[in-house]
C-alpha cells in the first residue's frame, strides 16, 4: 500500500530552470493539494484539487501550476525557478471516507540556487 | 491575519508527564475543523487528532485528546504520558468551511516539543 508518493526527494536547480514535482496517490482520493513547508513557518497551501479536471489556487500560488488530468496525480510545475523557491514541498491527499484526515508524502527537498 | 496561532515555540516535558499545547484560531465560519498533526525530525507529516466545529465532545485519539474550547476559539493538544518518541514538531491547522475545502488546511508555525528522560 503506498499512499502518497512524492518524486524526486532532493533536488537543487538553478535559477531559472523549470521543473516538476510528481505526486500521485492510490487511494482513490479526491482531494490533492501542495504545501511548502519554510523554515520556522508551518505548512501554506499552494494549489489544491477537489478532483480531476478541478484546481484552484491556495495561499501562494505565483510561480506554480498544477492540473489534474487523473484521479491519481497531481504533478507541481515550478516554471522558473527562483531562490525564493526553497523550500519543502508535500503533496497530500484525502476525501470521503477518510475522517477528515490528510495523507501527506514523505515530501521534496528543493533548493533553488 | 493569522488564522492560527501557536504561542509556545518549543517546551520540555519530562518522560510519562502530560502536556499541553496551545492553539487558538480565528475564524467567522460556523462550519471548520480542527487538526493537530507531528511532524518527528524524519519529516513526515504524521495526523492525530480531528475535531469538528459541531462535535459536542472533545476528540481523543489514544494519548492525544483535544481541548475544545469554541467561546474562546481555542483547540489545544493534550499528549498524555509523554514518551521519549514524542518528541517533535505539532501543527495545529484548521479547515474553514465544509467538506469541499477538504483539502485546505491552514497550518500554525508549530511548537517544537522535546521529551527527557
Known amino acids: 500500500n503506498a499512499g502518497v508518493t512524492q518524486t524526486p526527494k532532493f533536488q537543487v536547480l538553478k535559477t531559472g530552470q523549470s521543473m516538476t514535482l510528481q505526486c500521485a496517490q492510490d487511494m482513490n482520493h479526491e482531494y490533492m493539494s501542495w504545501y511548502r513547508q519554510d523554515p520556522g513557518m508551518g505548512l501554506r497551501l499552494i494549489h489544491y484539487?477537489?478532483?480531476?479536471?478541478?484546481?484552484d489556487q491556495g495561499e501562494v500560488p505565483n510561480g506554480y501550476n498544477v492540473s489534474r488530468s487523473t484521479t491519481e496525480d497531481f504533478p507541481l510545475r515550478l516554471l522558473s525557478a527562483a531562490p525564493s523557491q526553497t523550500s519543502v514541498y508535500f503533496c497530500a491527499s484525502g476525501g470521503p471516507g477518510t475522517f477528515e484526515k490528510l495523507f501527506f508524502g514523505s515530501g521534496t527537498q528543493l533548493s533553488v540556487l | 491575519a493569522q488564522k492560527i496561532t501557536q504561542t509556545q515555540p518549543g517546551m520540555f516535558v519530562q518522560e510519562k508527564e502530560a502536556v499541553t499545547l496551545d492553539c487558538t484560531y480565528d475564524t467567522s465560519d460556523q462550519s471548520y475543523g480542527l487538526f493537530w498533526y507531528k511532524q518527528p525530525s524524519s519529516g513526515e507529516m504524521i495526523f492525530l487528532i480531528y475535531q469538528g466545529s459541531y462535535d459536542e465532545q472533545n476528540a481523543t485519539e489514544g494519548r492525544y485528546s483535544l481541548n475544545f474550547q469554541k467561546a474562546r476559539k481555542s483547540a489545544n493538544l493534550v499528549i498524555s504520558a509523554s514518551q521519549l518518541g514524542d518528541s517533535a514538531m505539532y501543527f495545529c491547522a484548521m479547515r474553514e468551511g465544509a467538506t469541499d475545502s477538504w483539502g485546505k488546511l491552514q497550518f500554525g508555525a508549530g511548537t517544537q516539543v522535546v521529551v527527557t528522560p
Open positions: 484539487s477537489v478532483g480531476a479536471g478541478i484546481t
